[in-house]
């Protein structure tokens, strides 16, 4: 079975453009999260999807959106980019949003922002 | 607020030799626990988890964790390591049975000398 699948694996852009990253889910699993990875940070949390509802969202500008599919399949949306948006992107998918609930991870889209 | 802290930054131990990593956390009820491990251009795989129960959990990899509440602590242990245990480990918490965030400290980066 194929794992968390993201595409692209690494993307370069400029200031102000914008930018959509995807994240196709283990198959069964219909929750998706999406961290952002600052080099030399750890990941933080973006939003949550279940369902093809917002379920959670962090502490992140309007600037960022996101959307879930019928088929679970997600996108990550930024507007108007700015030079602190270069980092990975991290998508994950479980089975259900719950915490308890086991995590697993893509490989995560680079996103440099020149 | 809600917290994790790694304090080590970097950490260099020998092949075959005993490891732990630190880990503390701040938060107004015992979470669930985890740790997390990063290799190089890959997403993150769990290592274990702390829901319930025996404050001592076995993971994969040979990787054990204890949790003392008293201390806030969630320390990573190996008695002996591998050269393919070179990567960023990652401590993070998260709210008990709700479809919420996790929070991630910000990383451990294990090397190994040969």
């Known amino acids: 079975d194929a794992g968390v699948t993201q595409s692209p694996t690494h993307l370069i852009k400029t200031r102000g453009q914008h930018v959509t990253l995807r994240c196709s889910p283990i198959?069964?699993?219909?929750?998706v999260s999406w961290y952002q990875q600052v080099l030399g940070q750890g990941p933080q949390f973006i939003f949550q999807?279940?369902?093809?509802?917002?379920?959670g969202r962090g502490n992140f500008p309007d600037r960022f959106s996101a959307r879930q599919f019928p088929n679970y399949s997600s996108e990550l949306n930024v507007n108007a980019l700015l030079l602190g948006d270069s980092a990975l992107y991290l998508c994950?998918?479980?089975?259900?949003?719950?915490?308890?609930?086991?995590?697993?991870f893509g490989s995560g889209t680079q996103l440099s922002v020149l | 607020a809600q917290s994790v802290t790694q304090p080590d930054i970097h950490i260099t131990v020998s092949e075959g030799a005993s490891l732990e990593l630190r880990c503390n956390y701040s938060?107004?009820?015992?979470?669930?626990l985890f740790w997390y491990v990063q290799s190089p251009g890959q997403g993150l795989q769990l290592l274990l988890k702390?829901?319930?129960?025996?404050?001592l959990v076995q993971g994969i990899k040979g990787f054990e964790a204890e949790f003392k509440r008293s201390q806030s602590s969630f320390n990573l242990r190996k008695p002996s390591v591998h050269w393919s245990d070179a990567a960023e480990y990652f401590c993070?918490?998260?709210?008990?049975?709700?479809?919420?965030?996790?929070?991630f400290g910000s990383g451990t980066r294990l090397s190994i000398r040969p």
């Open positions: 994950a998918s479980s089975l259900r949003p719950q915490t308890n609930e086991k995590l697993f």
């Open positions: 198959s069964g699993h219909k929750s």
């Open positions: 999807y279940y369902e093809k509802e917002e379920r």
């Open positions: 938060y107004g009820a015992t979470p669930y």
């Open positions: 702390y829901f319930s129960g025996d404050t």
């Open positions: 993070a918490v998260a709210p008990r049975n709700s479809a919420s965030k996790i929070i």
